[in-house]
Nanobody
Framework: QVQLVESGGGLVQAGGSLRLSCLAS????????MGWYRQASGKQRELVAS???????MYVDSVKGRFTISRDNVKNTVYLEMNSLKPEDTAVYYC???????????????WGQGTQVTVSS
């Protein structure tokens, strides 16, 4: 059974940075494209960044140039480096599987607890 544990969130001022981590277990991590999703209060969850098994990265337009997704297949961990944070980045951030083709979600049947990111203006 897949288990996803996100960490690294917090409260930062606009313009600040955070690095999120997600440890995955119960899966063959290196065969899955992985993604970071976020859900702001009152809004639907959205995919913001994905990384394929070969390391190709894709981003939603609103975070391009500010966020960087990476993965460590030895540690079964996916990261999200977030720079130049804006108040509109405030959300709970989750990791999960992503589509192997194009930019899209292809999630496992369950989600982790997520990690809260709050950006103050």
């Amino acid at each position: 059974q897949v288990q996803l544990v996100e960490s690294g969130g917090g409260l930062v001022q606009a313009g600040g940075s955070l690095r999120l981590s997600c440890l995955a277990s119960g899966i063959r991590f290196n065969i899955y494209a992985m993604g970071w999703y976020r859900q702001a209060s009152g809004k639907q969850r959205e995919l913001v960044a994905s990384i394929t098994t070969s390391g190709r990265t894709m981003y939603v337009d609103s975070v391009k140039g500010r966020f960087t997704i990476s993965r460590d297949n030895v540690k079964n961990t996916v990261y999200l480096e977030m720079n130049s944070l804006k108040p509109e980045d405030t959300a709970v951030y989750y990791c999960n599987a992503a589509s192997l083709v194009g930019f899209g979600s292809a999630t496992f049947g369950s989600w982790g607890q997520g990690t809260q990111v709050t950006v103050s203006s």
